[in-house]
T-cell receptor, first 113, second 113 residues
Framework: AQSVTQLGSHVSVSEGALVLLRCNYSSSVPPYLFWYVQYPNQGLQLLLKYTSAATLVKGINGFEAEFKKSETSFHLTKPSAHMSDAAEYFCAVTPNAGNMLTFGGGTRLMVKP | EAGVAQSPRYKIIEKRQSVAFWCNPISGHATLYWYQQILGQGPKLLIQFQNNGVVDDSQLPKDRFSAERLKGVDSTLKIQPAKLEDSAVYLC???????????FGQGTRLTVV
C-alpha cells in the first residue's frame, strides 16, 4: 500500500519568493511520483512526474521537484513565485506506471503581492 | 484537441435521491477513471476502466455507486440513493493507456442536502 503526506495545508509566500511545497510518501515498491495543480473550478493539471529516471524533475511553469529516496520525499520548488501560481497543489504516488494514483491532501498556495 | 468533458458541472439533490454524472474522454483514450474529491481532501480513485472493462473498482461503494462504460467511450457514474457524505466533486480522467498521462475533466460538483 502507498500513502502521501503533504505538510502544510496552506502555504503563503510573497511574489518573487521561493516556493517550497513538501511531500513525503510511503510505498512498498519503488514509486512513481507526481505533482498536479488545480486552479479554482478546474480539473487537475499535471505539473511533473518522476518515473525512476533523473531524480531532479523539471516541470511546467518553472516548477521542479527532487526525488530523495533516503528521505522518502518529493518536494516541489519554484525559485520565484508569481501571482498566477496561486492554486491548490497535489502530490500523488502510484506503485507502477499506471494512473491509479493515491493523492495527498493538497496544499493551497497563496501568493501575496 | 478537445479535453475530457463532464456534465453537469453542478448538481444539488436531496438525500436518498439518485443522480448520474456523464463523462466523455479524449478521443482514442482507452483508459478512463472516476475520482471523488471531498472538500479539503485529495482525489480518491473510485473506478478504472480499460475500454469497456473494469480494471479496479475496489474503492467504489457498490451498495450505492455504479459506473458503466458500455461502448468503451463515454461513461456514467450513478449514485442511488445519495447520502450527505457523497457531497464532493466527481472528477473524470482519461489516458491513452494505463501508463500514459492522465487528463482530467473540470468535474461535477455534487451537493446533497
Amino acid at each position: 500500500a502507498q500513502s502521501v503526506t503533504q505538510l502544510g495545508s496552506h502555504v503563503s509566500v510573497s511574489e518573487g519568493a521561493l516556493v517550497l511545497l513538501r511531500c513525503n510518501y510511503s510505498s512498498s515498491v519503488p514509486p512513481y511520483l507526481f505533482w498536479y495543480v488545480q486552479y479554482p473550478n478546474q480539473g487537475l493539471q499535471l505539473l511533473l512526474k518522476y518515473t525512476s529516471a533523473a531524480t531532479l524533475v523539471k516541470g511546467i511553469n518553472g516548477f521542479e521537484a527532487e526525488f530523495k529516496k533516503s528521505e522518502t520525499s518529493f518536494h516541489l520548488t519554484k525559485p520565484s513565485a508569481h501571482m498566477s501560481d496561486a492554486a491548490e497543489y497535489f502530490c500523488a504516488v502510484t506503485p507502477n506506471a499506471g494512473n491509479m494514483l493515491t493523492f495527498g491532501g493538497g496544499t493551497r498556495l497563496m501568493v501575496k503581492p | 484537441e478537445a479535453g475530457v468533458a463532464q456534465s453537469p458541472r453542478y448538481k444539488i439533490i436531496e438525500k436518498r435521491q439518485s443522480v448520474a454524472f456523464w463523462c466523455n474522454p479524449i478521443s482514442g483514450h482507452a483508459t478512463l477513471y472516476w475520482y471523488q474529491q471531498i472538500l479539503g481532501q485529495g482525489p480518491k480513485l473510485l473506478i478504472q476502466f480499460q475500454n469497456n472493462g473494469v480494471v479496479d473498482d475496489s474503492q467504489l461503494p457498490k451498495d450505492r455507486f455504479s459506473a458503466e462504460r458500455l461502448k468503451g467511450v463515454d461513461s456514467t457514474l450513478k449514485i442511488q440513493p445519495a447520502k450527505l457524505e457523497d457531497s464532493a466533486v466527481y472528477l473524470c480522467a482519461s489516458s491513452l493507456d494505463r501508463t500514459g498521462q492522465a487528463f482530467f475533466g473540470q468535474g461535477t460538483r455534487l451537493t446533497v442536502v
